[in-house]
């Protein structure tokens, strides 16, 4: 299992100038090799869905929190359509970076 940070910034523009937000949004991407799921932690509203659903790949209580190998990569998409916030999506690794 391979596991990418990466953290951006928000621009604001106020009045004439532009400003960061105070605090970056980070994403982070975890991948089986045939599918990557892309989590933004910012976005996520923490509904249980996920680890309640499919403790086996989601679990809070484990580092990292998502396990790739634990689960199929149909039942793992199956999985990540439900999250409510789109705190989570996922790529076909041989479609690109395009996130659903």
């Known amino acids: 299992m391979?596991?990418?940070?990466?953290?951006?910034?928000?621009?604001?523009?106020?009045?004439?100038?532009?400003t960061t937000a105070s605090m970056p949004l980070s994403t982070l991407k975890y991948t089986n090799g045939e599918v990557t799921v892309v989590w933004k932690p910012d976005t996520c509203i923490h509904s249980?869905?996920?680890?309640?659903?499919?403790?086996?790949?989601?679990?809070?209580?484990?580092?990292p929190w998502i396990?790739?190998?634990g689960g199929t990569t149909e039942r793992i998409i199956e999985q990540v359509r439900k999250c409510p916030s789109g705190a989570l999506s996922y790529f076909m690794n041989n479609d690109g970076d395009d996130a659903k």
Do not use: A
């Not at 391979?2 to 532009?18: A, C, D, E, T």
């Open 48 to 63: 249980k869905i996920c680890w309640t659903e499919l403790r086996e790949v989601f679990d809070p209580f484990k580092k």
């Open 2 to 18: 391979r596991v990418h940070g990466q953290k951006r910034i928000k621009f604001y523009l106020n009045s004439s100038h532009i």
């Open 67 to 69: 396990n790739m190998d």
